[in-house]
């Protein structure tokens, strides 16, 4: 991910117990592991990725999100990490549930399709975005939610998820300059920690 | 004709070589799970690499049912490699370049080691069915007083799939400062009622033979050999999936054809192929060392002495784990190696967990795959780099 979600160390204690769902190669375990000593397993899929974390010395499980967490205990974590996977889930509303019940706190990313970019593409091209955040294709993407980070917002209020902290990131000109003043416009990478 | 030990085993690259098996009298009384004493026993154990000036790069390699000492490499007359040989050697995913690897053959086997055709001390006779009756701690008991005469104060890993898991997975309970790492593969930590069942009918396959005598056989110089035989096929079966067996014979027929009209006799390949599984294996092991691990097996319950509670059981180790499991594998299906995986997450431990697909069965543990060699390989790899200071 080219966004630094770093800042994210400071929503998680030292010492904590840390579950990454698509913990990818590792490397933001790795990096909450030596900043705050914490006690990190990630889930993954992907074999490459599976093979990085061994290798690093990552604790890896080889689980598929979509299959369900039953296997994880009520409050079994301090803190439940997803990045960019929301939007790729089958129900994605479940798995929010499932998270919150796993952990005590979560920390979710996902791409706001309501960037202005999206939105000129779809508007003026006609055809569904193509960009840096959601580089595929329609019919090849794995994601298969499209959703804005006011959808978002609007889902935790119904089911009563509290939000505790959010981030709105961008990278891009002038996405980076305005995207406080006008977040659902101008927000790439939207990252929310969360409660219930 | 035969699966997993035909001539595609005998890789030559990354061998470790000639070997020869050792023998340890261990005078130490062992005192056994079930109360009795054995005053002496002797071990057979094979190592492949060198030990480190720190004595930190041991390696145990526990067998599972059938097997024994003889990991890998080849012994001079025999050009059938140990085996775990695909696994084991220079440069292989447990390097021996890298770690010293010590293969043995525990107690209650026949390959050397004191068990059921030993000479029982009190009656001069072989023990046949009165040998004492063993637990998987019994073979971590044994193999401890091995690693002190070898003066290997920690093991990097403990390393076993099938049964051998289990040893691994019992050695981090019951001394959890002699291992840094458990690598438990297409394992459980209990058998389930119908994995009890395949071995119960195992068991009674052999005592059926006439020639059993009441375990008492080599008194009678005789040998159960057609009752061993069909154990070892039905274990087979199970060691196999369907979707193996449908593919490398399907409904082949070895002789004889089903056209109507004909009474020549039929066999399927099949049948064939097992026939000739069930004799080979009746030829080399024996017996009681069957019905005395298929017991071993059947009784092991990890979390028994924890209230049943895999997560307080596992709250005693201290090394980290690596589990691996094999799709097709419905002896120990990847359920159980999930739910290790799951009690070692709420107790704290640290552990990877990889679902490994493949065609081949249980018996995949023991066979070539790209994955696992990766996984395993990955594993020990940063082991080692730890061990030398390379790494974290």
Known sequence: MNHDIGFIKDWIEPQSRVLDLGCGDGSL??????QLDILGYGLEIDADSIRSCVARGVNVIEQDLNKGLKNFADHSFDTVLMTQTLQALRYPHLVLDEILRIGSRCIVTFPNFGNWRTRAYLNFRGRMPVTKQLAYQWFDTPNIHFFTYADFEALCKERNINILHRQFLANGFPDKLLKSPWPNLFTEIAVYHLSR | MSLENSNDRRDPEGSVGHVTPQKLVIEQPLTLACGIVLPTHTLVYETYGTLNHRRSNAVLICHALSSNHHAAGVYEDDSKPGWWDHYIGPGKAIDTNRFFVVGVNNIGSCFGSTGPTSVNPETGDPWGANFPPLRARDWVESQKLLMESLNIDCWAAVIGGSLGGMQAMRWSLEHPDKLLNAVVIASSMKLTAQNIAFNEIARRAIKSDPDFCDGHYLLEDKVPLRGLALAR???????????????KFGRDLRMGDLIQGKTDPVEFQ?????????????DFFDANSYILITKMLDYFDLAREYNHDPVAAFSHAMCNFLVISFSSDWRFSPSRSQEITDALIAAGKSVSYIAIDSEHGHDAFLLPNQRYQDALGGYLSRVADQLEGVAP
């Open chain 1, 29 to 34: 375990l790795i990096s909450l592991q030596e």
């Open chain 2, 233 to 247: 096929m039905i274990g087979h079966v199970t060691y196999l999936s369907d979707e193996l067996m449908g593919q």
């Open chain 2, 270 to 282: 099949i049948e064939s192929y097992l026939n000739y599984q069930g004799d080979k294996f009746s």
